[in-house]
């Protein structure tokens, strides 16, 4: 409770020109807004001088502090003369090494009009696409260097990377592929059942899953679990100044953390989507059989009918883009990350949000493409 | 002349786990004291001040701050004495999210009753003792490991410690900064009578600040020296001190 002003800290006028502060007793974590109001009132233009008067002064805080702080101040912008000779020295001395202001401020923060921020923002644009370019040149020909056995990826730190995001991520994409196939019956068995003709939710299902559905929700899940621990654990090296070490000692950063998680997505993202395509179509099944009374048989005759290699193979290749795109998006903002615990957070954001976006990106090209080839 | 108690350490032991760093250590330190907590690398320097701060718990033995046995205390009496201590970490541990003044702010706006305009100004005032007056709206990463050193011990002395502590102040910093640093907690306890804590193995910060101080061994795992380092350089009681305190025996 703060305690009251009674008597603490007081502004009296002594003389025409002159103003007394006495300052008594306690004053600990005090409101000082109160006399500092009283204060600046008094302070007219015909006051020359402030005393302050401590005699029976005890203990003291940062608020008696920053209440002398302010009145130096405001004296200093007022041209009054302020006397603090009957404080106590060490209180003295603070007020001292407050004002001995060693450094100023400066940032270079100049102000831009708003046809310069353009042209600033556009400058910025083309820099971080020219990074982004050079990122992807530098990781094309570290994959040249990897192919001429000249690489010094690690094969232990691509064999962690494989396990990471292939076994250890089995046990998510499985649930989620089972419980989207089972949505995408139930969604479609709604419409089919107006027409009397919910078997083909057995269709719907392995068409939607293998063409499609399989891999996006893979890419979701991987660049939501590998993309930003990607992006996270590079930006905590980059904190940590290891990717400085890295560089300094000849090291690729490329080779040595890229190439790793690139190879292992590149195998793992294929093989999670024929997993999904194929829980999604149990999920599919269970719904079909179980609550929609087809005989098993039947589901699983139709579901084979409607499966065709082609959109097998579109899903595979989806995914495989996908594994490049969420690698990628997460190495290149971990490497990008600011030296500082936020800078880690706002990579792994950045990585989970741009793998996402070009994922929707590219599944839409391929689809253009394949309507084009008439696959 | 019997002096108040800061902090009294009796039969405390510190480790982790089996693993023990120091075993039966007894000391004091008095109000207004600036505490050298010395030794070399591995003698469990920091864990003292883990065990002093709270972070960890003793092996054995007790800890009492302010007249408050902090192995017994509950939580709520530990979060008393926490409010009334002040830590300046190695690297500042400035949250890199907030500005300075947000950083200073933030206990006070958690602990104390002053009006948000008081906190801000008080924000203020706190950077400029330690020579950072404007900087307040600076983020951590705009400003050098020094700044950031004395923007960290800002937010140490914002709720008006009773006790400060240091994890190795001069580590990182230039000769003149390290200086400096030094300079202002010399200030700092003076002006404000702050109990001080500093751990570090840097001699020309032990010689220039402390005025009592206890060198801790690993090899023995106990206090092998307390006193005023400059008393120690001056009588040195074993080999271990004279060569630590002379850089392995350099004149």
Known sequence: ?375 | MIKDIAIEAKNLTVGYGDYVLLKNADYQVNKGDIFIIMGGSGCGKSSMLRVLTGLIEPLKGTVIINGTDITKASEEEVQKIREKSGILYQSGALFSSMTLAENIMLPLQQYSDYSLSTIRELAELKLALVGLKGFGDFYPSEISGGMKKRAGLARALAMDPDIVYFDEPSAGLDPISSRNLDDLILELNHSLGTTIVVVTHELSSIFAIGNNSIFLDAQSKSILARGNPNDLLKNPPNEEVYKFLTRGGEK
């Open chain 1, 1 to 375: 409770m703060q305690k009251k002003m009674q008597n603490v800290i007081d502004v009296e006028k002594v003389e025409s020109n002159r103003l007394k502060i006495i300052i008594s007793g306690d004053v600990l974590r005090q409101n000082i807004d109160t006399p500092f109001a009283v204060l600046q009132e008094s302070l007219t233009s015909d006051i020359k001088k402030v005393d302050f008067i401590a005699e029976n002064l005890e203990a003291w805080d940062s608020s008696l502090v920053l209440f002398i702080y302010d009145t130096r101040r405001l004296c200093q912008e007022k041209n009054v003369a302020l006397n603090m000779q009957h404080l106590p020295q060490n209180l003295q001395d603070l007020i001292g090494l407050a004002f001995a202001v060693d450094r100023n401020p400066s940032r270079g923060s100049e102000k831009f009009s708003t046809i310069e921020e353009i042209g600033k923002k556009t400058l910025e644009l083309k820099q971080k696409t020219a990074d982004v370019l050079n990122f992807i040149g530098n990781v094309l020909s570290g994959i040249g260097r990897c192919l001429r056995f000249n690489s010094i990826m690690r094969k232990i730190d691509f064999f962690a990377a494989l396990e990471d995001c292939g076994p250890k991520a089995i046990g998510i994409v499985c649930l989620i592929s089972f419980l989207i196939g089972l949505i995408l019956a139930f969604v479609g068995a709604v419409q089919l059942q107006t027409f009397g003709a919910q078997i083909y939710v057995a269709s719907l299902v392995t068409i939607g899953m293998c063409r499609i559905m399989g891999a996006i929700m893979v890419g979701v899940i991987m660049s939501g679990r590998t993309g930003s621990s990607y992006a996270a654990t590079i930006g905590t090296m980059q904190v940590n100044e290891e990717l400085d070490a890295l560089q300094t000692m000849g090291l690729s950063r490329i080779d040595f953390l890229v190439l790793p998680r690139l190879f292992a997505l590149m195998i793992a993202m294929p093989i999670l989507t024929m997993i999904s395509d194929f829980l999604g179509m149990m999920g599919g099944a269970f719904v079909g059989v179980f609550l929609m009374d087809i005989p098993y048989q039947e589901y699983w005759n139709y579901a084979f009918k409607a499966f065709r290699l082609n959109n097998f193979l579109v899903g595979l290749f989806h995914s495989f883009c996908f594994a490049i795109i969420i690698s990628l998006c997460g190495c290149y903002s971990g490497l990008k990350c600011e030296k500082n615990a936020d800078g880690v957070g706002k990579a792994t954001t950045k990585s989970v949000v741009c793998a996402i976006v070009w994922m929707i990106v590219v599944t839409g090209i391929i689809t253009v493409i394949c309507q084009e080839l008439g696959i």
